[in-house]
């Protein structure tokens, strides 16, 4: 079976958040499962630089505004898996964020950026562009891929099975009616059955309407986006659709996530052998500032700083938390960037409590797994959570989560109540109002169960053991392909 993935993001060459960390690791769990996987990428600099090897496949020449289009094709270094990149500069080659300027507005021409990716997707998966491989499924990823859906649904009949998945709802591509005419797309598709969305016209929705089949990267998530509370809008288009969207959850790419053999840590450690993890800590506190005190209850957060993330929850909870003289002596590192009156709010709470809370603005891969290795507790109160990666890297490190019961955080930690306790299958600690209090609530159960050692350590090996492999991904994906190639509607 041939699968094209088209996405805008790759781990380790560009990566706003864990969209790249599935594209680096999902194509190559699909080879290992018998696929015959290949990528569609935009040629942002990182990734024309990143791929190697790249051939010209076709000259495409002008459109979407650029002078000259190229397709080439390389393999991705780390995984062997091999890369198509549309090459261009004119619309691509721009360094720093894949979606925004550098004052965080939105790159005025992303219509043309992204129109054109789903484009080269449509033409590759009709054989138009290498003869040599035609895939079977055609499985984009979010906003920025969706529109190869609708591409491939006004031509001819190709035989490609699409798939679209949706790892985050709140971010649709929406644009001015307007621009509608850069598409090169029939007219009578801006109607409210097609692609235009109350007045403007939907990327998001090109995935939603035209794809054979949409997942999304958790059962929960698939389950919640059906409903008004979380479906951006656009639930009504996600009911429609009826069984053809479902939830398959992410996985975690041991090549890059295992404390045992982390180039990144301190020390190294696994389940058998912890003695590592309290020297990570230690390391944590000194290299954040913080007060080493090994018995200090250590929270962390390596996290987008946006309203999804419920993080204005945990700067209310915090004072909350530590009027308790249970929770004195509690430590808080927070490591993210993007709004700026949170950026500055944590900075503010880190100044007024030296040694107690450290904050770190900016993107730092090799920090995050220090703080998730050097941490207790891992605190994700998300508003909503498609799946969540850093829960699940948390489990794997032996580090707690106290998650917000939503999405697939609630598919993936299991709570430390008497009855979970009882049976030894809690991982962590849920709450479930978007409140400060109940946040609050959870962290109290964590610090309480953190100073009674046993109950903390069986907790901690239970997430340690638990098999969050991207094999099973895979091979729910390949059974999903085998359905949509049979079925397509
Ligand atoms: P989302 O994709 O919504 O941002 P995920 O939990 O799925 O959330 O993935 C986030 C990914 O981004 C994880 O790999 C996490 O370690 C990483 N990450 C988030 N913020 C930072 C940061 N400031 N520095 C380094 N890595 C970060
Ligand atoms: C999105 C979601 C996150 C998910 C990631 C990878 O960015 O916000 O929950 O883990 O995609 O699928």
């Not at 484009?119 to 984009?140: I, K, Q, R, S, Y």
Request: charged share 15%; hydrophobic share 50%.
């Amino acid at each position: 079976m041939k699968v094209l993935h088209v996405a805008a993001e790759i781990f380790p060459l560009v990566k706003t958040g864990g969209l790249a960390d599935v594209l680096g690791a999902l194509p190559q769990a699909l080879v290992r499962a018998g696929a015959d996987v290949r990528l569609l990428l935009p040629g942002l600099p990182a990734i024309l630089h990143g791929v190697e090897m790249q051939e010209s496949v076709w000259s495409i020449g002008a459109i979407f505004g650029a002078g000259q289009v190229t397709l080439r094709r390389g393999t991705i270094a780390r995984s062997g898996v091999t890369a198509y990149v549309v090459d261009a500069p004119y619309l691509y080659k721009r360094h720093g964020n894949p979606y925004l300027a550098a004052d965080g507005t939105e790159w005025s021409d992303n219509v043309q950026r992204f129109a054109l990716l789903g484009w080269v997707a449509a033409h590759l998966a009709a054989g138009e562009f290498d003869a040599n491989w035609t895939p079977d499924v055609l499985h984009t990823h979010d906003w920025h891929a969706a529109m190869a859906c609708a591409y491939v649904a006004c031509r001819p009949v190709t035989g490609v099975a699409t798939v679209f998945t949706v790892h985050n709802l709140a971010y649709q591509g929406v644009f001015a009616v307007e621009d509608f005419h850069l598409m090169h797309l029939p007219s009578r598709l801006m109607v409210p059955s097609g692609l235009e969305y109350h007045g403007q016209f939907s990327f998001m929705k090109a995935g939603l309407k035209f794809a054979h089949r949409v997942t999304t990267v958790s059962p929960s998530y698939a389950r919640e986006i059906a409903t008004e509370a979380f479906g951006c809008g656009l639930d009504g288009v996600i009911r429609a659709r009826g069984a053809d969207v479902s939830g398959i959850l992410n996985g975690v790419d041991p090549g890059v996530w295992n404390p045992a053999s982390d180039a990144a840590l301190a020390a190294p450690y696994s389940s058998g052998a912890l003695a590592g993890k309290a020297v990570c800590k230690a390391a944590l506190q000194k290299e954040l500032g913080l007060v080493v005190d090994a018995k200090a209850p250590l929270f962390a957060v390596v996290s987008r700083l946006t309203q999804q993330k419920g993080l204005d929850l945990l700067l209310a909870a915090w004072p909350l938390l530590l009027q308790d003289t249970l929770a004195s002596g509690a430590q808080l590192v927070i490591q993210g960037s993007g709004d700026a009156a949170l950026e500055a709010a944590f900075a503010a709470a880190a100044q007024a409590h030296p040694g107690q809370i450290a904050v770190s603005l900016g993107y730092d891969e090799a920090l995050a797994h220090r703080v998730i290795a050097g941490a207790d507790a891992m605190v994700v109160p998300s508003r909503f959570e498609p799946c969540g990666l850093t829960q699940l890297y948390a489990l794997r490190y032996g580090t707690v989560p106290v998650v917000r019961a939503v999405g697939g955080l609630a598919d993936t930690v299991v709570d430390a109540n008497p009855h979970h306790l009882a049976q030894d299958s809690a991982t962590g600690f849920l709450f479930d109002a978007a409140e400060p209090q109940a946040l609050v609530g959870a962290l109290r159960r964590a610090i309480a169960c953190l100073r009674d050692a046993p109950t903390w350590a069986r907790i901690m090996l239970r997430g340690m053991a638990q098999d969050f492999s991207w094999s099973s991904a895979a091979e729910q994906y390949i059974a999903l392909y085998e359905d949509a190639i049979r079925r397509p509607k």
